[in-house]
């Protein structure tokens, strides 16, 4: 399984971006999708992750603000992200989750949010 996740940058407080994760590769058996990041220092924290249908889950810190949704036919899950933070800032990586027990992750992509 692979991943590609694009759209970092650098913003405003306020401001909005969008990321894409396209998966490609053994997608079968795909069970999670999700969104992780990991600022400086810090442990590498979940975001939002979807687990099909209209399960999506979200850390609390970005309920409201950050919206994942997941695009079947193109294999293609989005973070849409608006009313950034400074504290939003970091690398955000994508990945998935494999029955039984495999995960894998994109190459992350940087979000800055100045003030």
């Known amino acids: 399984v692979q991943l590609q996740a694009f759209g970092g940058g650098l913003v405003p407080a306020g401001g909005s971006l969008r990321l894409s994760c396209t998966l490609s590769?053994?997608?079968?058996?795909?069970?999670?999708v999700g969104w992780y990041r990991q600022a400086p220092g810090n442990q590498r924290e979940l975001v939002a992750g979807?687990?099909?249908?209209?399960?999506?889950i979200y850390a609390d810190s970005v309920k409201g603000r950050f919206t994942m949704s997941y695009d079947n036919a193109k294999k293609t899950a989005y973070l849409q992200m608006n009313s950034l933070l400074p504290e939003d800032t970091g690398v955000y990586y994508c990945n998935a989750k494999k029955v039984p027990n495999a995960h894998y992750w994109g190459q992350g992509t940087l979000v800055t949010v100045f003030s």
């Open positions: 590769g053994s997608i079968a058996n795909i069970n999670f």
């Open positions: 979807f687990t099909g249908g209209d399960n999506t």
